[in-house]
């Protein structure tokens, strides 16, 4: 049976209006304050401004020049100083875990106010109807799934609208509780079981409407909301935990719970117990893939868990779609494309060059 799988990377959301991860420290240090919201104003100040001083006094980085430097030289060190338990020149490891934070929670507020407003007719959402309409063409088959690589959330939700109540359920391929205690969610194999379809969305490096508990490891989700920036702000705990684990003055209550994002670094923690759950059951969907799209990303060589994963499970006679914006140099080297056609080999690969929006359009008018 034909089986699809797309993979979606930064350049996917990127007319959607969310920063590719290159823009991400430009961003960061361009945005007025007075764009972000008022609750996260304050901490968004306070942490640029230690941002700012680490990269300027430690990395010894000049501010005009911050925007060259990549997120996987600023992650990378700090990652290896903190599960080496040394310092990074005058910072040690307490430091290191603070600073970290405060990085990741600029990232988060960034994203979460750069996806603010978007508009309801996007190519993101003519994508999701169309995937929803052939699934339930299809329902007792598996006929495609999506991989993102991106921690915004415009695909999810796109995909929650498209899909009626009680028909179907997004499908993050791990087990989910809902955030919310009036959300109806449920797990994909539920839905299932209940005569419903499931879409796959197996987000590869987190998402930014999950929390996590630390103790029971539930993953919360919810849909429409980037929670992850709670984790900074209002700070929740798990409600099950605080059930469980409150009955007498000796109990503890419940843990907070924290934002689940893999951030760009060479030494990603892949060893959470949901994250761990979601990379297995991306390595089967590509195992079964007869055609995998790639929409938006150039295949960074830092990427290697991702590189690695396919390169054990994609099958030989797999067709390769590449969905790009910009055509290279014949002599570009260096090129998303001379990445594609070396690590792909023999398959057969084609490339095209009209953006994901026209893709995506051209592929809609295609098959209706």
């Given at each position: ?7 979606l990377g930064a350049g996917f959301s990127k007319g959607i209006g969310a920063p590719l991860q290159s823009e991400i420290i430009k961003d960061i240090f361009e945005i007025n304050p007075m764009e972000i919201d008022s609750d996260y104003r304050t901490i968004f100040q306070d942490y640029r401004e230690r941002f700012k001083d680490f990269l300027d006094q430690t990395l010894f980085i000049s501010p005009e020049d911050f925007h060259k430097i ?299």
């Amino acid at each position: 049976m034909a089986k699809i799988v797309y993979i979606l990377g930064a350049g996917f959301s990127k007319g959607i209006g969310a920063p590719l991860q290159s823009e991400i420290i430009k961003d960061i240090f361009e945005i007025n304050p007075m764009e972000i919201d008022s609750d996260y104003r304050t901490i968004f100040q306070d942490y640029r401004e230690r941002f700012k001083d680490f990269l300027d006094q430690t990395l010894f980085i000049s501010p005009e020049d911050f925007h060259k430097i990549a997120l996987e030289d600023i992650y990378t060190p700090i990652d290896r100083c903190i599960l080496d338990n040394v310092s990074f020149r005058n910072l040690q490891r307490t430091e290191l875990l603070d600073l970290r934070q405060k990085i990741n929670a600029l990232i988060v507020i960034l994203i979460k106010q750069r996806l603010k407003d978007i508009s309801e007719d996007n190519y993101v959402q003519r994508l999701a109807n169309f995937l929803v309409l052939k699934r339930k063409r299809k329902v007792r088959s598996d006929p495609f799934s999506i991989l993102s690589l991106n921690w915004d959330i415009i695909i999810d939700n796109a995909l929650k609208t498209a899909i009626k109540p009680n028909e179907g359920v997004v499908d993050y391929c791990c087990y989910i509780t809902p955030y919310n205690t009036y959300e109806n969610l449920m797990p994909g194999l539920l839905a299932l079981g209940k005569g419903m379809y499931n879409v796959k969305l197996l987000k590869m490096h987190g998402s930014m409407n999950w929390l996590q508990c630390q103790r029971c490891q539930r993953l919360y989700i919810t849909f429409y909301q980037k929670i992850a920036a709670e984790e900074y702000l209002t700070r929740p705990k798990c409600r099950l935990c605080q059930k469980n684990f409150s009955n007498s003055a000796t109990e503890d209550g419940g843990p907070y719970l924290l934002s689940q994002l893999i951030m760009p670094t060479f030494l990603k923690d892949l060893n959470n117990v949901q994250i761990k759950l979601i990379w297995q059951n991306a390595g089967v969907e590509l195992s079964d893939a007869t055609k995998i799209i790639f929409m938006g990303y150039s295949f960074p060589s830092a990427d290697f868990e991702m590189r690695q994963l396919l390169s054990r499970t994609v099958r030989h006679d797999a067709n390769i779609i590449v969905v790009l914006k910009d055509r290279p140099s014949d002599d570009d080297l260096n090129s998303p494309e001379y990445r594609y056609k070396s690590f792909f080999g023999k398959r057969n690969i084609s490339f095209k060059y009209n953006g994901v929006e026209n893709y995506i359009d051209e592929l809609i008018r295609k098959y209706t």
